[in-house]
């Protein structure tokens, strides 16, 4: 069972910055895809940006330019550089990942942006 830990979300006026990591319990080498998702309160579920192990990378139009995610395999970790910050920004953030078809989530973190 790969484990998903987040952390680096909290409360930033809009135009601030934050950066959010995930570590995972296990080599992330071994993961297909990892990426970052997004619940605004009332709101489904939705992407945010997604890195695979080659380190090609997709963005939600809503976020270009503004958020850049990354990996780094020698420490486990994922990555998601958030700048340029909106109140529309405001959610809990999710790491995910995925071996094969299998999806593994974290518990979230809590981005809250002030106007």
């Known amino acids: 069972q790969v484990q998903l830990v987040e952390s680096g979300g909290g409360l930033v006026q809009a135009g601030g910055s934050l950066r959010l990591s995930c570590a995972v319990s296990e080599s992330i080498l071994s993961l297909n895809v990892m990426g970052w998702y997004r619940q605004a309160p009332g709101k489904q579920r939705e992407l945010v940006a997604i890195i695979s192990s080659g380190g090609t990378t997709n963005y939600a139009d809503y976020v270009k330019g503004r958020f850049t995610i990354s990996r780094d395999n020698a420490k486990n970790t994922m990555h998601l550089q958030m700048n340029n910050l909106t109140p529309e920004d405001t959610g809990v953030y999710y790491c995910?990942?995925?071996?094969?078809?299998?999806?593994?989530w974290g518990q979230g973190t809590q981005v809250t942006v002030s106007s």
């Open positions: 995910n990942a995925r071996r094969i078809v299998t999806p593994y």
